[in-house]
């Protein structure tokens, strides 16, 4: 008598024993023996789940901080760009103003350079 346990898909509940006589052969079934390895197995699986679970709530956490530090760069920037337009607008005013005032400090006789030998004469 040779026994032999064929290939079986996880789902099935019976294992098959072979029979061989000297021309019959004939098949047996027997119900599998219940195994810890499922329950073992739906705990490990329940623990790779709650893992994922951890990461994929830590990824969308990142995911969202990221694009919160892309939102605050853009605002940044927009914000450097305005700021960049007021100062050269600002140089600008100025070299006209100081321009100004150098034309009326020339115009004025209160800013003029007097020569202080020529009136001790």
């Known amino acids: 008598m040779k026994g032999s346990q064929g290939k079986q898909s996880k789902e099935e509940i019976f294992y098959s024993l072979r029979l061989e006589t000297s021309n019959h052969s004939s098949r047996i079934l027997y119900p599998r023996p219940k195994s810890l390895l499922p329950e073992m197995m739906n705990a490990d699986m329940d623990a790779v789940d709650a893992e994922n679970q951890v990461e994929l709530e830590e990824k969308t956490r990142l995911i969202n901080q990221v694009l919160e530090l892309q939102h605050t760069l853009e605002d940044l920037s927009a914000r450097v760009d305005v700021v960049k337009e007021e100062n050269l607008k600002l140089k600008s005013e100025n070299l006209v103003l100081g321009q100004h005032i150098e034309n009326l400090m020339s115009a004025s ?13």
Do not use: Y
């Open 109 to 121: 006789s209160v800013f003029q350079t007097t020569d202080t030998k020529s009136k001790r004469k």
